[in-house]
């Protein structure tokens, strides 16, 4: 059978998986006002609520830094940070955390590489993002700079990228090179398409996803990733046993 030749079977559930399991989410947009995620204090009190009551038990947020929209720096990054844990101590959540960024492989990239404030998380991970249109042209380029800097390259959400979906070896090919690659949760739902669910589940059957990441933005992401929690291939993908979230 295809790819995409049963996009519209039934889905396999599971009993609900704990995100316990995954110990640390390492993609989320939780600092207020800085970009397309929460909007205020109190969203970010609300959705981290969520996220540990789901068995979270550390949170690495990752604002987007964009050249032309999201004009974030590592120091704006961090105070929204401060407040953030200011505030989750005052409502009592009992939850760790952090900060890194979502950076966006455009034309100022390789500049703010050469920061010495280059926002990272865990083992010298970088989290970066692409274009959903077209291919980069200097994807590898950038990715060679990641490491000649002495990072490790963390793609965010390759399922999500359509220009890849006729080539899967490209995936393959990024593995190799060693770009880590990080499966948003919500692709399993099918939440924001059938083709990036069945590329998740494809890439989780061959052993390419090293981090999952809630990606979290609003209540609706909230809402899906408990929905998620009974669907066969999150249980396959938490118990996976180089599944690098349980190492942050």
Known sequence: MGLFGNLFSKKEQVAPIDYSEVITDM???L??????????????????R???EMGFKKLITTPHIMSDYYKNT????????EKVRAAIKTAGIPVEIDVAAEYYLDEQFLTKLKSPDVLTFGNNYILFETSYINKPENLYACIFAI???GLKPVLAHPERYPFFYDDFDEYKRLHDRGVLLQLNTNSLTGYYSPAARMIA??????????????????????GALRHC????YLKKIVTYPHLLNKTL
């Open 27 to 29: 993609h989320s947009h």
């Open 31 to 48: 600092i207020p006002g800085i970009d397309d995620g929460a909007q205020t204090i109190e969203d970010s009190v609300q959705l981290i």
């Open 50 to 52: 969520e996220l540990h």
């Open 74 to 81: 590592p120091e704006n990054i961090k105070e929204g940070l």
């Open 147 to 149: 490491q000649q800097r």
């Open 201 to 222: 589940m494809r890439m989780i059957d061959e052993n390419l996803i090293d981090f999952i990441g809630t990606d979290c933005h609003h209540m609706r992401h909230a």
């Open 229 to 232: 929690q009974k669907e066969k």
